[in-house]
Structure formats: structure tokens, C-alpha cells
């Protein structure tokens, strides 16, 4: 008798609720657009259209802050620049007058230009440096506009472009605005839904693991910033039509307040969220009149009541399936005998040597002239009291740390440090002394993290939904519904992360470094809190990794662990190697046994 939880008819239920919900923006947008023009209210129309441009905006500045989470608080700068670039190709200040079209994709590329611009100094600027960096530059924008008068018009202003027939009237420029805001909303889902929209958020809340599967922020953000500044240049023209004429004072501050508070009330890594945001805080002054000067005052209330009462914004409210309860006592029981499913044939024999490495923090000496190798098909132990090296280790070869001195090699070949990003190619993965997972996202969206690399589609074709975007989620899916088989989680995929318990944390991290199809294995004290039965159970999963001719490093401190799984196992203490052999030699070597082991 089939289970009811997988049984055909729940599933395929299941699968049309996620389908529903996954365009539920599109169908918000749909529907409620489509209805206002039956209330021929024109005033309504006009807030209508303004909702939809700073929506065409916020999609974009959603990844970059709600996905990426970058503070870009001056994101109005470009606004500015968009419609400044379509006001003046239209009006024929600079050069001969333009189509309004013309004028408008003109406008994105010169957004996209500048978005990279204001968005390279997230390169190196975290938190709030980064946000005072995008307000200087709306700033610097505001006053060029006020000083180049022959172009811009100064203090004066200049034509808005006017757009021909079906869209001269109010209705037909608003149908525009919505079709346009359609367009962005179905393209920024698309990109949630695949592996950049995974990369950005991995990049939010978990970096360091991020650079461990192969994401590489600067490219990532790039890429993010091109789409939203070309996006911001579209609203800036949209925005300078619906003025109908343009001064450097209808780009204030209280809009990119707006932009962003927009996002956070939304909740983070979330389109309908942020889009009903941006709705509610367009139309909010407009049917308070009497409040429009208390605006950004209305503003913060708002963002201060979301965050003490709902600290993950609209799209927690709506997140229904997060709220229903679990099972209780829940076991994990890892199936290793499905592991040639997720890494496919046995690696091929190779050898990573660490020869004289050392490293020193100030003037404490990490690691000490560490010398050993670990072998492909080998279990490799790594002990030693706390604040031995042994992470240190495990860092260096990630290539987070440079030794000062020594290097480690791969079948011969120095690995570049200082480039973490670039281990996953090498089918290097690791997990973590504390798991890092990303929360808000499920179990499932977590291990396919660990496939990003895989992927074949570009940024243009997951924005598009092309056919080897289609391909790659559908891949990836299956290899990360495998992984967690193995470990024993397949029942949790659906589950927030963040609802998990310590012990499920650390085999989902296991199951994302399986999708490297790892030929070598990091692992930091995997069995830190798990309980005997589960530390058993980890260790034949262990063994069975590295039977698939998989070389696992294994920093544990649970000795007992060590000596039943183990091929080799090298000592360290105070940043040496104490010693080195096989498990019986190390149980019987007396300086380990008075430095770590005890009497």
C-alpha cells in the first residue's frame, strides 16, 4: 500500500499549489491592473501607472537588495538618469529628436552602464558604506542636472517624451506601464527560481559557503546590477512621460526611501511580497492627503511595525506551508547504498599534498611547517586539542587563508589561494564547523545550492525561462532530491531550513557538498552534536563516500569515530604534526596519548 504523502494524486496536488504560487505575482498583477480601468476613475489611473513604474524599479533593486541583500538606498539616482536620458533624446536638446522607444531602450543600456557603476563598490563596501556610496551618487546625478542648462533645461526642466498612438492617452500609457511591469515581474521570477536567484541569496546569508560551491560574488553581482540599472532606466522614462515634465526636484529622497522600504516590508528573497509593498506605499499618501508631508515619518512607522511584529515582512505572512507544524522526534537514517546516484562513476585516483604549510595570525603561529597527504579512497583523520590548526587546515585548502609559507597541491598542480571560488571546479567540497545553511529557503533549494556549478544556462536565459534554464532547475532538482535521499531528509525537502534541527543541519550540509560529486572531502567535525545512533550512522556514510573513491578529510573530535573509521590519521598540537599513522599507531603513541588522548 503506497504512502499517502506520495501517493500520485497528493503530489500532483502538491505540484499545482507551487505552480499556483509561484505565479501569484503575475496573476496579482493581472487581475487587479486589469480591473481599475473599470472603476474609470482617471485620477485612480494615474496612482495606477505610478505604481506600476516604481514596481518596474523595485523588481529589479529586489534583487539587489531583497535577494543579494545589498544596501542600495540611493537607487533613485538612476530613476533620475533614465528619465533625464529619454526626456532629452525626445526633446532634441543634445542631438536630433528621437523615438520615444528608441529614447526608452537608450535609457536601459545607460542604466544598466551606471548601475554597474554605482554597484561596483558592493565589491568591497559591505552595510551601510555601500548605501552612503548609492546616495552620493544620486546626489552627483541631481547636480549635473541642475548645472548642464543647455541639455537638461537646469532648475527649468525639461519634456517628458510623449508616446504615439495606442499609448498617448492616460489609459493606454497605463496599460503600457502594466505590460512592461508584467514583463519585469515574470523576468525576476524567473531569475528567483533559478540558480543565480539561489547564488544571490547563498551570498546574502551564507558567503563563505557560497565561495565553497563555486559562486562567485563579483561576477554574480555584476550581472544583477547590469539588469537592475537597465530596468531603473525604463521606470526613469516611464516616470518622466507621466510627469509629463521633469525637474531635478521630482526625484527626492522620499523616493528612494520608498524603493527600498518597499523591499523590506515585502520580506526578503520574495517577489509577491515586495510588489504588494510597492502598491500599498504608491497608493498610501495619495488616499491620505493630508499626511503627505508626514510621508517618510508614515514610512518608518510602517518598517518599524513590520519589523517588531512581523520580522519577515509581507512575504512571511503569506509563507502559509512554513507555519504548519512538524513531526516531532524525527529520525534521520542515511541510505549510502543510493550514493552512485548522486556521484555518478568513482572518482579517479589523485593525491592532495600539503607540504610545509604555515600560518600565523599577529604572533600566534597557527599552523607550523604541517606536512601529509590524503588519497582518494581514504578516510583521513585530523585531530588535535582545541586551537591546534585544525580548521586553519581545512581553510587553507579551501583557499580562504594564503600560507605564509608552504603550499598544497592537487595531483601535482599548486592550488591558488585566496580563490575558494574556485575549488568546486576542482571537486573540492567542505561543511563547516557550524553549518551554514541559508533559513529562509527550503531544505531543497539548499542542497541544490551545492550544484550551481553545473548549470549550463546564462543569466539571459534563466531571465527568459529558455529551454537549458528549463533543463538545469529540472537537474538539479533530481540530483538534490537524490542527495537528500542519501543522507535521509528526502521527507524535508519541502521544509524551511531554519525549522530544522541541529543534527538534520549538518547531513543537509553533507548532502549540498555530495553535489560536487567531491573527489575530496572536507568535512569539520561533522558529528558535533549529533547523538550515538546518528554518529553511527554518519560514520558509514563516511566510509561509503570514500569507497566511491572519494578522499575525505575528517576533522572530528570525537576520537571514537576517528579510530573506527579511518585509514590514516595525522595528530596536530599547538600547529605541528604530532604524529602520523594508522589508527592503532596513533592509539599507542605516547605523546598523543599524554597531549590529547589521556591516560
Known amino acids: 500500500m503506497k504512502d499517502a504523502a506520495t501517493s500520485p494524486a497528493p503530489m500532483a496536488q502538491a505540484g499545482g499549489l507551487a505552480r499556483l504560487e509561484a505565479w501569484m505575482p503575475v496573476l496579482v498583477l493581472l487581475i487587479a491592473g486589469g480591473a481599475l480601468p473599470l472603476l474609470g476613475d482617471s485620477y485612480i489611473g494615474v496612482i495606477g501607472t505610478r505604481a506600476c513604474i516604481y514596481w518596474v ?69 559591505r552595510t551601510f558604506y555601500f548605501a552612503m556610496t548609492t546616495l552620493g551618487f544620486a546626489t552627483i546625478v541631481t547636480q549635473v542636472a541642475l548645472a548642464w542648462r543647455t541639455v537638461t533645461g537646469g532648475g527649468v526642466g525639461v519634456p517628458g517624451p510623449v508616446f504615439p498612438w495606442p499609448f498617448d492617452s492616460p489609459w493606454g500609457f497605463y496599460y503600457f506601464c502594466l505590460a512592461l511591469a508584467v514583463v519585469c515581474t515574470w523576468m525576476t521570477m524567473n531569475v528567483a527560481a533559478s540558480r543565480f536567484g539561489r547564488s544571490l541569496v547563498a551570498i ?9 560551491v563555486g559562486i562567485s560574488k563579483p561576477a554574480l553581482l555584476v550581472t544583477v546590477f547590469l539588469f537592475s540599472g537597465a530596468v531603473a532606466g525604463i521606470a526613469g522614462g516611464l516616470f518622466a512621460s507621466l510627469q ?13 526611501v520608498l524603493f527600498f522600504i518597499a523591499i523590506l516590508i515585502g520580506g526578503r528573497g520574495s517577489i509577491l511580497g515586495p510588489l504588494l509593498g510597492t502598491i500599498i506605499l504608491t497608493a498610501l499618501p495619495e488616499f491620505a492627503a493630508p499626511l503627505v508631508a508626514w510621508s517618510t515619518f508614515l514610512y518608518a512607522v510602517l518598517l518599524l511595525v513590520i519589523v517588531l511584529a512581523v520580522p519577515g515582512g509581507i512575504a512571511e505572512m503569506l509563507d502559509y506551508k512554513n507555519r504548519r507544524p512538524l513531526e516531532q522526534h524525527r529520525e534521520i537514517r542515511p541510505r549510502p547504498e543510493l550514493l552512485p546516484q548522486v556521484m555518478g562513476e568513482r572518482a579517479q585516483p589523485g593525491l592532495l599534498m600539503l607540504k610545509d604549510l604555515s600560518l600565523s595570525f599577529g604572533g600566534v603561529r597557527a599552523i607550523d611547517g604541517v606536512d601529509f597527504e590524503i588519497k582518494t579512497g581514504e578516510v583521513h583523520g585530523l585531530i588535535g586539542p582545541n586551537g591546534s590548526g585544525k580548521t586553519t587546515i581545512l581553510n587553507v585548502i579551501s583557499g580562504y587563508y594564503a600560507p605564509q609559507e608552504g603550499h598544497v597541491r592537487l595531483d601535482g598542480k599548486a592550488l591558488r589561494p585566496r580563490s575558494p571560488h574556485t575549488r568546486a571546479g576542482l571537486h573540492i567540497a567542505r561543511t563547516f564547523q557550524t553549518p551554514r545553511l541559508i533559513g529562509d529557503t527550503s531544505v531543497l533549494e539548499n542542497v541544490m545550492v551545492g550544484g550551481t556549478t553545473q548549470g549550463r544556462g546564462s543569466f539571459v536565459e534563466s531571465l527568459l525561462a529558455l529551454s537549458r534554464h528549463r533543463r538545469d532547475e529540472a537537474r538539479l532538482s533530481e540530483a538534490a532530491t537524490a542527495a537528500l535521499a542519501v543522507v535521509g531528509l528526502e521527507q524535508l525537502a519541502s521544509v524551511r531550513s531554519d525549522r530544522l534541527q541541529h543534527s538534520e543541519l549538518r547531513f543537509v550540509e553533507i548532502a549540498r ?16 552534536g549529533l547523538s550515538v545512533d546518528e554518529i553511527k550512522r ?41 604524529a602520523s599513522g594508522t589508527p592503532a599507531e596513533i592509539r599507542a603513541h605516547r605523546e598523543v596519548i599524554n597531549a590529547y588522548l589521556g591516560a
Not at 76 to 81: G, P, Q
Not at 85 to 110: D, K, M, N, Q
Not at 244 to 256: G, N, W
Not at 513 to 526: I, V
Request: proline content about 4%; some cysteine.
Open 204 to 212: 546574502r546569508d551564507a558567503e563563505v559557503a557560497a565561495e565553497s
Open 513 to 528: 557538498a555530495l553535489m560536487l560529486r567531491p573527489s575530496f572531502l572536507l568535512l569539520d567535525e561533522p558529528a558535533a
Open 538 to 578: 554518519l560514520g558509514a556514510l563516511i566510509v561509503t563516500v570514500s569507497q566511491r573513491g572519494t578522499g575525505v578529510l575528517l576533522v572530528e573530535h570525537h576520537a571514537d569515530l576517528i579510530f573506527d573509521i579511518c585509514d590514516r590519521v595525522t595528530v596536530l598540537n599547538l600547529g605541528k604534526v604530532l
Open 57 to 125: 524599479l523595485v523588481s529589479g533593486l529586489n534583487l539587489v537588495v531583497g535577494f543579494a541583500g545589498q544596501i542600495a538606498i540611493g537607487w533613485v539616482a538612476l530613476l533620475t538618469l533614465g528619465a533625464y536620458v529619454t526626456s532629452v533624446l525626445t526633446a532634441g536638446t543634445a542631438v536630433p529628436e528621437l523615438s520615444p522607444y528608441l529614447a526608452l531602450a537608450i535609457a536601459a543600456v545607460f542604466g544598466a552602464i551606471f548601475g554597474v557603476i554605482v554597484g561596483l563598490p558592493a565589491l568591497r563596501l
Open 244 to 256: 509629463s515634465y521633469i525637474t531635478p526636484d521630482a526625484f527626492t529622497f522620499d523616493l528612494s
